[in-house]
């Protein structure tokens, strides 16, 4: 069956990646293959060390791999990169720190202004996150959860097709963790938005995504992707109810496998 161009989404094929100096024996990633569709939510999830930023880097297009095939949307990394299709958000904002929260929201419609294309309204934005009160002040006058919010949004505003998030809110507590996840499901799901989203906690994976990929240490494989049928939007009543916990547990149990099958991850290999 042929696919319109607008069915693609990530294909990930036979992917291997050993760093330079890196043991060849143990790549950082091992014949990764994933398939993510578009506008799809998805997690990657797994013990530290496994792979998750660098199969993050290799999909954004700023790290190169060693063996496979990575299409995005049938283009490549480099090339959907340079038509501005993919937005990263780092576990720490780079915030311009100059530029109050409205002009950082905005960047993205001024580059796209002038490269004649369009962006998104910062004063719309600012409304979707909860900061048009604090629209006129600095980064460093901010929250972490505040700095955060403020780099989603400003990602969102350069409207990619792809979205990467490297453990967002991992610098977060538990309180503002929670609200940023119906906040962030907000935003992508009044867009076109295809997202990977690395974290350390279950609980994230399965509140945000439609599947959650679970990956196994040294080598970083793909051990299990598991479909999370939880119904959307994911309000307080759908966080809460019992399926969400039997979902938990199935990631849980997932991770435990791949612990058991895989070689102890970076962070047990020095004790
Ligand atoms: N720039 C680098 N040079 C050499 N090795 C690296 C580099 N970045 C990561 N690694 C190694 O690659 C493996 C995967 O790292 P990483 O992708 O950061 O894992 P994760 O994000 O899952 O914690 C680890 O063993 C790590 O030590
Ligand atoms: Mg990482």
């Excluded at 095939?69 to 915030?95: H, Y």
């Excluded at 040294?218 to 969400?244: I, K």
Aim: charged share 25%.
């Amino acid at each position: 069956m042929t696919h319109a161009p607008d069915d693609l989404g990530i294909r990930i094929r036979g992917l291997t990646k050993t760093y330079d100096g890196g043991d060849p024996a143990r790549p950082a990633l091992e014949s990764v293959d994933l398939d993510v569709g578009p506008r799809r939510f998805v997690s990657l999830i797994g013990p530290s060390g496994c792979g998750k930023s660098t199969l993050l880097r290799v999909i954004a297009g700023l790290e190169d791999h060693d063996t496979g095939e990575v299409s995005l949307f049938g283009s490549s990394p480099r090339a959907l990169c340079a038509a501005k299709g993919v937005g990263l958000v780092p576990q720490t904002p780079a915030l311009l720190p100059w530029q109050t929260v409205r002009r950082n929201i905005g960047l993205p419609r001024r580059v796209n202004r002038r490269a004649g294309t369009g962006g998104e309204d910062p004063d719309e934005l600012l409304r979707a996150v909860g900061l048009s009160d604090v629209a006129h002040r600095y980064p460093h006058e901010l929250s972490g959860g505040q700095r955060q919010r403020v780099a989603i949004a400003r990602a969102f505003g350069l409207g990619p097709r792809l979205l990467l998030m490297d453990e967002p809110f991992s610098a977060l507590d538990e309180f503002t963790r929670e609200a940023l996840r119906l906040q962030l499901l907000g935003l992508w799901q009044r867009r076109a938005t295809t997202v990977v989203f690395v974290t350390h906690s279950v609980r994230e994976a399965v509140t945000l995504s439609d599947e959650v990929v679970v990956m196994s240490a040294r080598p970083g494989r793909v051990h299990e992707v598991v479909r999370v049928d939880l119904p959307r939007p994911r309000d307080a009543a759908v966080v809460t109810g019992p399926h969400m916990h039997a979902m938990e547990d199935r990631v849980r149990a997932s991770l435990q496998s791949a612990w058991e099958t895989g070689a102890a991850p970076d962070d047990l290999v020095t004790l």
